[in-house]
């Protein structure tokens, strides 16, 4: 593929694309790496080594596939344990040839090359013995010097093999998925029975909430076996005494507040709008708090609660939203924020912690559990139409099963074995005489 430059007509050199079919091994493997007695290469110092991993392609030339960090002013270097897929190291064929190179790193790049060796996974795997013990050769020096055996040896001190698993072999094995719905009936939302309210009651179409609601709510519910979800609200007065929840059972049942897939939720939701006032403060923590409680007693990796906040973005208690963040990233939930409406979403943002993790007196979140999604992005000018719900349910999940894997690695849970396929009972046919 010819590079085309700023001169027209003038070539500027040629890029090769070189393709190959990834095997579909999962393992990844652990290694840990050291050297001994290698060549001194810097005048006023020893030599400051590092590591260069090449696998082997199909046409017999080589591809970078790891770097070591540079170890300073040492001819015995011990390098820091890495984790490389076996895929990019050999693409899973066990046999194929991995190539070594030791280099002395200068500041200005130019870097001394000390020597090589060439290995395989096959001959690796077999972990920390004399097999594993390579001589570093620089092939210029053997050539020019008789008496020139090697420029060192490197040895493996570890080898780990690991099998990266996926969120669906959770989901295989049995791990359910728990979504509960959190409402804002918050004033701040605007009068319902006012066209600019985006709990506006319009009896022609949905409102801004409705229209959030059902499209994300479509995408999260195939991942719910049961498709039953708590549909919570918080931010309004009651009735009949007019009291303040943040924390109330949209269909009315605290003692059962699920509702039966998305439709219910969204009859559970309108019913709602009927009877409640819409109030304040705009406090998340409760209904965090409220999915951590179940979310704290199930930590054996068999459920995975996931909340979904639908918002107009106003919050009037982030200090202990963070809190309660940061107590829930200990345990298996996840976040998923939906902003409705055209406020600045900068609160939603901070909370979602993808620039600087949530903290919350000092402590900082375990782990990432929050992703915030503003809906006005996925819908057109008049507000009425989704421009693509595949990119709206891609990024409505696009943190999930990362934040599920890493829950379950961090516990040490390992996916249970996926259940046989069903096969169905074969029904002899028996014929009378």
Known sequence: MPVKGGIPGRKCGTIILTAEELNCCRDAVLMQFCANKLDKKDFFGKSDPFLVFYRSNEDGSF???HKTEVVKNTLNPVWQAFKISVRALCNGD???TIKVEVYDWDRD?????IGEFTTSYRELSRGQSQFNVYEVVNPKKKGKKKKYTNSGTVTLLSFLVETEVSFLDYIKGGTQINFTVAI????????????????????????AYGMALKAVGEIVQ???SDKMFPALGFGAKLPPDGRISHEFALNGNPQNPYCDGIEGVMEAYYRSLKSVQLYGPTNFAPVINHVARYASSVKDGSQYFVLLIVTD?????MAQTKESIVNASKLPMSIIIVGVGPAEFDAMVELDGDDVRVSSRGKYAERDIVQFVPFRDYIDRSGNHILSMARLAKDVLAEIPEQFLSYMRARGIKPSPAPPPYTPPTHVLQTQI
């Open 222 to 224: 195939d991942y719910d």
């Open 184 to 207: 804002d009936f918050t004033a701040s939302n605007g009068n319902p029975a006012q066209p600019t309210s985006l709990h506006y009651m319009n009896p022609y179409q949905l409102n």
């Open 109 to 113: 790049g130019s870097h001394d090359f």
């Open 313 to 317: 973005g106003v919050i009037s208690d």
């Open 94 to 96: 066990y046999d194929r």
């Open 63 to 65: 591809t970078i596939c």
